[in-house]
């Protein structure tokens, strides 16, 4: 079992992480010397993949387990689901010593965490991850929120969990679409962490699709080793954490053109990071061979490389958008090199439209 440990300000905690590290959550809850209950949070589709693991792993080890599902979806990640919630862990006597546990991807980590943060001021928190993107990124660093209507995740906290357990062996009961999509972090990490990981993924990439566990597990532990290094020195998002916005500010503005239902966060992070990417080499004369090497790479994976059925125009206008909203948050993360990432690049207007209509060239 590996474990690698979160040293942020308002918290230090342990990041299980091996192949079977479900069946061991009770032992490792209890090591840590905790009692009691613990609620699950978890959607009906992980609730009939893995809940019975984790429920029979904390009963034997004498806690008091209970489940509460959710209908699978970004539509829970809502004030009126977190209510709901709230109702539940009070009717199930949960106090403040208990913990909540949140089994599932990154709607049921952010609801999950976010009714953690705020029952009774704050109930403890295990993160048991099950998609790539949670994995890799979620589940790690304590972001946890809802969505209102108006607009993403715009109510929240820095939250984090007591302990979070990471089994790369559940990927093997996703769906290979949202594997894929999941992929799409896992590049962000590459490119954040330099070139000896970006080619040696470009390399081994069909071992992650096939899930090869002797080639997952290093590369999700290094994707988790980056995170936990850049929360470490800025848990509360002031201005390094920003780095892990590589390709999303483009991402965003896709995702948001497309309604939310055009593309999916992971694929429209692919067009993201190469729209980054290409403009890391106008702005930092990073060499041209990565946005070759990256538009291929993507493509392998099974990403899209071509914007497609939304508007260049739409896109930049919510880019924008999101620039207004937060200046510092919306502004471009570029690249100097691999490995040497830049926050608050301020892009020129002409520079981003030029590499949006690219993206829907596709070339
Ligand atoms: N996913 C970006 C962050 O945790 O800051």
């Given at each position: 079992m590996i474990q690698l440990v979160a040293n942020t300000r308002s918290r230090e905690y342990p990041v299980f992480l091996s192949e079977g590290a479900l069946e061991e959550t009770g032992k490792l809850w209890r090591s840590l010397g905790n009692r009691g209950k613990v609620v699950i949070i978890t959607d009906d589709n992980v609730a009939a993949l893995h809940l019975p693991g984790l429920e029979e792993s904390l009963a034997a080890t004498g806690f008091i387990v209970n489940a509460v599902k959710v209908q699978p979806?970004?539509?829970?990640?809502s004030l009126g689901k977190a209510t709901a919630l709230y109702s539940g862990l009070f009717d199930l006597k949960t106090r403040r010593h208990d913990a909540v546990c949140a089994l599932g991807g990154g709607v049921i980590g952010d609801l999950a965490g976010f009714v953690a943060s705020t029952y009774m001021r704050g109930v403890k928190l295990i993160q048991v991850p099950t998609s790539l993107l949670s994995q890799v990124?979620?589940?790690?660093?304590?972001k946890v929120g809802v969505n209102i209507p108006q607009a993403k995740n715009y109510v929240g906290a820095f939250y984090q969990p007591h302990m979070v357990i990471t089994d790369p062996a559940l990927l093997e009961t996703l769906p290979r679409r949202e594997l894929v999509e999941g992929l799409a972090e896992v590049v962000k990490y590459c490119l954040l962490s330099g070139d000896d990981f970006f080619s040696n993924f470009e390399f081994s990439y069909q071992e992650f699709l096939s899930l090869n566990m002797a080639y997952v597990e290093p590369v999700v532990r290094r994707c988790i080793e980056y995170k936990l290094r850049v929360v470490s020195e800025d848990e509360r998002d002031f201005?390094?954490?920003?780095?892990?916005?590589?390709?999303?500010?483009v991402g965003h503005g896709i995702e948001a053109a497309g309604a939310y239902?055009?593309?999916s966060h992971g694929q429209a992070l692919a067009l993201g990071l190469l729209a980054a990417v290409r403009l890391s080499e106008q702005v930092?004369?990073?060499?041209a061979e990565y946005g070759e090497r990256l538009w291929s790479l993507l493509g392998l994976l099974g990403l899209p490389v071509k914007l497609e059925g939304v508007s260049p125009d739409d896109v930049l206008t919510a880019v924008a958008r999101d620039k207004k909203a937060d200046d510092l948050s919306a502004n471009m993360v570029l690249l100097k090199s691999l490995g040497d990432p830049v926050i608050n690049c301020d892009v020129d207007a002409g520079l981003l439209r030029s590499q949006v209509e690219r993206l829907v060239r596709g070339d």
């Open positions: 979806g970004e539509e829970a990640k990124d979620s589940s790690i660093g304590g201005g390094r954490r920003a780095v892990l916005n590589l390709g999303h500010t239902q055009a593309y930092f004369m990073l060499p």
